[in-house]
């Protein structure tokens, strides 16, 4: 293990404090902590917008030990407020990487901690649930970072999803395709556009509060409802927008964040979770098909198992094996599905890529 001489401190909204050392750009970072349970990826990670505003532990001993690499994104930049290691590696192995993960850090001014008994804080936040944290390397008076704790907004109740949006339209893929797919911009993954792209579909991106007349000037053969950050619960506007583009009867696919806003625009609330689903590795079971998949998670929220149960409009089509929570449902009166874990599986496993196969054929 690789430590810098700087020490640092975590501290839990619980009380608990935390010793280690500083790792990427001195200063402070506050957040809800949460846990990821995947041993690689971690840039696309880093970089996935649905993880704005979260200090993230990542459960592997090791991280950086492969680097980084320009194409291993998700978005523009880092996303996470801080990081939270057992050992940070400044050395990486990977040929192909431009460069090592403290460097990477620094440029995207990431404040990181290691030294940490992330075994140890992973089992207590299993149990005590999610909660804000603060990471300071260049403050270590408890008192006066805990007082700077109480001011962090909580996520419960927090609209993130128009910060990470995109400001401006912008199109990919084909333009003479006779696939065309309105994609709504809650914090997109590069990847989710890649799988649409790589199969035929020309898309257009819009930003998080687009209208529904501008969505149609497209002249869309589907709607995309992307993931993001935040409480659905905290986005009326978005809420309003899908239940808009279901009048339209057109094809429409949600993924983890518009999953939600898909259950809520009928009516189905959802619910902040204990401590939510991240990591690659999470089991998922198609109850139509009987067939189970490994799935790439990332949300802190979940909608109302018994309320999808009372809707005689919602199917469930996913259930999570691990906990039984819905990952997955489908309208009855028209082409409208929406999965709670993210198929493009960057990382993880491809199990679940025949979800866009899917979409496209309801467009064809």
Same mark, same amino acid.
């Given at each position: 293990?690789?430590?810098?001489?700087?020490?640092?401190?975590?501290?839990?909204?619980?009380? @608990?404090?935390?010793?280690?050392?500083?790792?990427?750009?001195?200063?402070?970072?506050?957040?809800?902590?949460?846990?990821?349970?995947?041993?690689?990826?971690?840039?696309?990670?880093?970089?996935?917008?649905?993880?704005?505003?979260?200090?993230?532990?990542?459960?592997?001993?090791?991280?950086?030990?492969?680097?980084?690499?320009?194409?291993?994104?998700?978005?523009?930049?880092?996303?996470?407020?801080?990081?939270?290691?057992?050992?940070?590696?400044?050395?990486?192995?990977?040929?192909?990487?431009?460069?090592?993960?403290?460097?990477?850090?620094?440029?995207?001014?990431?404040?990181?901690?290691?030294?940490?008994?992330?075994?140890?804080?992973?089992?207590?936040?299993?149990?005590?649930?999610?909660?804000?944290?603060?990471?300071?390397?260049?403050?270590?008076?408890?008192?006066?970072?805990?007082?700077?704790?109480?001011?962090?907004?909580?996520?419960?109740?927090?609209?993130?999803?128009?910060?990470?949006?995109?400001?401006?339209?912008?199109?990919?893929?084909?333009?003479t395709s006779s696939?065309?797919?309105?994609?709504?911009?809650?914090?997109?993954?590069?990847?989710?556009?890649?799988?649409?792209?790589?199969?035929?579909?020309?898309?257009?991106?819009?930003?998080?509060?687009?209208?529904?007349?501008?969505?149609?000037?497209?002249?869309?053969?589907?709607?995309?409802?992307?993931?993001?950050?935040?409480?659905?619960?905290?986005?009326?506007?978005?809420?309003?927008?899908?239940?808009?583009?279901?009048?339209?009867?057109?094809?429409v696919f949600g993924?983890?964040?518009?999953?939600?806003?898909?259950?809520?625009?009928?009516?189905?609330?959802?619910?902040?979770?204990?401590?939510?689903?991240?990591?690659?590795?999470?089991?998922?079971?198609?109850?139509?098909?009987?067939?189970?998949?490994?799935?790439?998670?990332? @949300?802190?929220?979940?909608?109302?198992?018994?309320?999808?149960?009372?809707n005689t409009n919602?199917?469930?089509?996913?259930?999570?094996?691990?906990?039984?929570?819905?990952?997955?449902?489908?309208?009855?009166?028209?082409?409208?599905?929406?999965?709670?874990?993210?198929?493009?599986?960057?990382?993880?496993?491809?199990?679940?890529?025949?979800?866009?196969?899917?979409?496209?054929?309801?467009?064809?």
């Amino acid at each position: 293990m690789i430590q810098s001489k700087q020490p640092a401190v975590l501290i839990l909204a619980d009380g @608990h404090v935390f010793n280690g050392f500083s790792f990427g750009k001195l200063g402070i970072a506050t957040g809800e902590i949460c846990f990821n349970t995947g041993m690689t990826g971690y840039q696309e990670v880093f970089t996935d917008p649905s993880y704005t505003g979260q200090v993230l532990i990542m459960n592997n001993v090791h991280v950086g030990n492969y680097g980084v690499k320009d194409a291993d994104v998700e978005s523009t930049s880092v996303k996470i407020r801080g990081l939270i290691a057992r050992n940070l590696e400044e050395q990486f192995s990977r040929i192909q990487a431009n460069g090592d993960l403290n460097t990477y850090l620094v440029n995207n001014n990431i404040v990181a901690i290691d030294g940490i008994d992330t075994r140890a804080l992973v089992a207590h936040i299993r149990t005590k649930g999610a909660m804000n944290c603060i990471i300071s390397s260049t403050e270590q008076n408890v008192d006066q970072l805990t007082d700077m704790l109480k001011s962090v907004p909580d996520m419960d109740g927090l609209e993130l999803a128009s910060t990470v949006s995109t400001t401006e339209e912008y199109e990919l893929g084909d333009t003479t395709s006779s696939i065309k797919v309105a994609v709504i911009d809650f914090g997109v993954k590069q990847h989710i556009l890649q799988c649409l792209v790589s199969r035929g579909a020309h898309i257009r991106v819009h930003p998080a509060k687009t209208s529904i007349n501008r969505l149609n000037e497209f002249n869309p053969n589907g709607y995309f409802i992307s993931n993001g950050p935040g409480d659905p619960a905290a986005m009326p506007y978005a809420v309003e927008t899908v239940k808009e583009i279901l009048k339209e009867k057109k094809p429409v696919f949600g993924i983890c964040l518009g999953h939600q806003l898909l259950a809520l625009a009928n009516d189905i609330p959802t619910f902040k979770m204990h401590h939510g689903h991240r990591g690659l590795n999470h089991p998922v079971k198609n109850i139509i098909t009987g067939q189970c998949e490994i799935t790439t998670q990332n @949300h802190g929220f979940g909608v109302d198992p018994a309320a999808v149960k009372n809707n005689t409009n919602i199917e469930i089509t996913h259930l999570n094996l691990n906990d039984d929570s819905i990952e997955g449902i489908r309208l009855k009166d028209r082409p409208a599905f929406s999965v709670q874990y993210h198929p493009e599986s960057t990382p993880g496993p491809h199990d679940s890529r025949y979800l866009f196969d899917r979409f496209i054929e309801m467009m064809q």
